[in-house]
T-cell receptor
Framework: NAGVTQTPKFRILKIGQSMTLQCAQD?????MYWYRQDPGMGLKLIYY???????DKGEVPNGYNVSRSTTEDFPLRLELAAPSQTSVYFC????????????FGPGTRLTVT | TQLLEQSPQFLSIQEGENLTVYCNSS?????LQWYRQEPGEGPVLLVT?????EVKKLKRLTFQFGDARKDSSLHITAAQPGDTGLYLC?????????????FGTGTRLKVLA
């Protein structure tokens, strides 16, 4: 049981490049989330999903896209990277109803130069 | 826009001192969580409170949810260097039914030996 896994751990992108941040969970959770965390700050919700095939925008969705083709995977796509997207990205998942706990992955540190 | 304001933003105290961190909003939340985050890692859940006025204790940590479910506090008794970290509150807005969480701005605690 690996919990929530994210790849890569670190990445440097040039302005205008694109990339996909991978997130997978093996807890059969329906709810998955993508957050970004700027230095010393709290987390801001980018996108979330309540199940395979269903996604919705969070607070800061501009410049990002997501898909949820399976329960396990929730990749985050950055198109045309900009310096403002330099941040640490966390993926999280939570079970239905009875448990409110969000389980977080270890994060991806992204720098756009 | 629903916001969770945490205070103080930074706190540096000596080992053995007591402290309280506050998490305030003008919005009502169905549940509120407290997380601790260490450098380079994702947040880890400390507690979830769901009932107005609820008090939960976790060893030297005491959590309270406000009667109106708009605010919460975290009190640490006899702080230890191991308590050092970023403390985050996160709330699920009432009536949203979306399992979408809003994170507070964070309190960075440093406990000096």
């Amino acid at each position: 049981n690996a919990g929530v896994t994210q790849t890569p751990k670190f990445r440097i992108l040039k302005i205008g490049q694109s990339m996909t941040l991978q997130c997978a969970q093996d807890m059969n959770h329906n709810y998955m989330y993508w957050y970004r965390q700027d230095p010393g700050m709290g987390l801001k919700l980018i996108y979330y999903s309540v199940g395979a095939g269903i996604t919705d925008k969070g607070e800061v969705p501009n410049g990002y896209n997501v898909s949820r083709s399976t329960t396990e995977d929730f990749p985050l796509r950055l198109e045309l990277a900009a310096p403002s997207q330099t941040s640490v990205y966390f993926c999280a998942s939570t079970g239905d109803g009875l448990s409110y706990e969000q389980y977080f992955g270890p994060g991806t540190r992204l720098t756009v130069t | 826009t629903q916001l969770l304001e945490q205070s103080p933003q930074f706190l540096s105290i000596q080992e053995g001192e007591n402290l309280t961190v506050y998490c305030n909003s003008s919005s009502v939340f169905s549940s509120l969580q407290w997380y601790r985050q260490e450098p380079g890692e994702g947040p880890v859940l400390l507690v979830t409170v769901v009932t107005g006025g609820e008090v939960k204790k976790l060893k030297r940590l005491t959590f309270q949810f406000g009667d109106a479910r708009k605010d919460s506090s975290l009190h640490i008794t006899a702080a230890q260097p191991g308590d050092t970290g970023l403390y985050l509150c996160a709330g699920e807005p009432a009536y949203s039914g979306t399992y979408k969480y809003i994170f507070g701005t964070g309190t960075r605690l440093k406990v000096l030996a």
